[in-house]
């Protein structure tokens, strides 16, 4: 069975990081899907994360495919790192996780706001992962953070913004050794030191990241509205680098799953 290919070069822009997607089930011009992906960057890829969120760049963008048209478009961009997506329940609205911006925003498909980026819910005390709808019918969304932190225990990222050039010779530096070596393994044709090169150039600065900073695990679960109605902490660290926060109901009860893309675990917590 073949496999489909989407072209989400748009206007002369190529993806180079395509996050998270949602689904509008039957919302195609003929009756077919429509896909709304968060284009993280046009610069940096997956295994270059930690210069994107160094950087803060800013080329992320939303995208919609429509599977009927077969056609990709913009919906929105200039975002700082866009990467959970999730479509409200009237089908008029995304709600978009900008993780280096550290707050939600909603982007309207309908009326003469339709594309404009409007601030959901903002100073929030960590970087936003994935946003997902919970099970019951009142409309609420749960947002799983990477690690909380606030004023008191900075992370060393936060430490550094107000110190560009400092930021730029610390990633210029593991970024050259990290090419170096790669390049030496590669000379040398020993994968192994080709791979060590990888590592630090990707990696081993994300792992750096969170050694230096003091971990505090938490998802919060807000309304339709961008309130937060509560919030859930693992302040000793044991539950940290959450990526997604997804909600199921098993027999007669609600279950959260907490996922992470550097954990080799997967949480759970009854939420009754």
Do not use: C
């Not at 993780?99 to 404009?116: C, T």
């Not at 393994?185 to 792992?207: A, F, Q, R, W």
């Amino acid at each position: 069975m073949s496999t489909p290919q989407i072209n989400t070069k748009v206007n002369g822009r190529a993806s180079k990081f395509l996050d998270d997607v949602a689904v509008h089930e039957g919302g195609g011009a003929n009756g077919g899907n429509v896909y709304y992906l968060t284009d993280a960057s046009t610069k940096w890829p997956l295994d270059h994360i930690i210069y994107l969120t160094g950087e803060h760049d800013k080329t992320g963008r939303v995208l919609k495919y429509d599977e009927d048209t077969k056609t990709a478009s913009v919906i929105a961009e200039g975002l700082s790192f866009p990467n959970g997506i999730e479509l409200n329940d009237a089908k008029d609205a995304l709600i978009v996780a900008e993780f280096s911006e550290r707050r939600l925003v909603k982007i309207p498909l309908k009326g003469n706001k339709a594309g404009k980026v409007e601030t959901f819910i903002d100073q929030l005390p960590g970087e936003p992962d994935n946003v997902r709808r919970s099970s019951g019918q009142k409309e609420t969304y749960w947002v799983a953070f990477f690690f909380a932190r606030n004023s008191s225990h900075p992370a060393l990222h936060d430490i550094l913004s107000n110190k560009p050039f400092l930021r730029k010779a610390i990633f210029r530096f593991f970024h050259a050794l990290g090419s170096s070596l790669e390049y030496l393994g590669t000379l040398s044709n020993y994968v192994p030191l080709k791979d060590i090169g990888h590592k630090v150039k990707s990696s081993y600065m994300i792992h750096l990241v969170s050694l230096l900073s003091r971990t505090h695990g938490l998802v919060i679960e807000i309304d339709a509205n961008g309130k937060i109605l509560r919030s859930l902490h693992s302040p000793d660290g044991h539950t940290i680098y959450s990526s997604e926060a997804h909600e199921v109901v098993e027999g007669n009860k609600k279950v959260l799953y907490i996922g992470s893309f550097l954990n080799d675990y997967l949480g759970k917590l009854d939420l009754n």
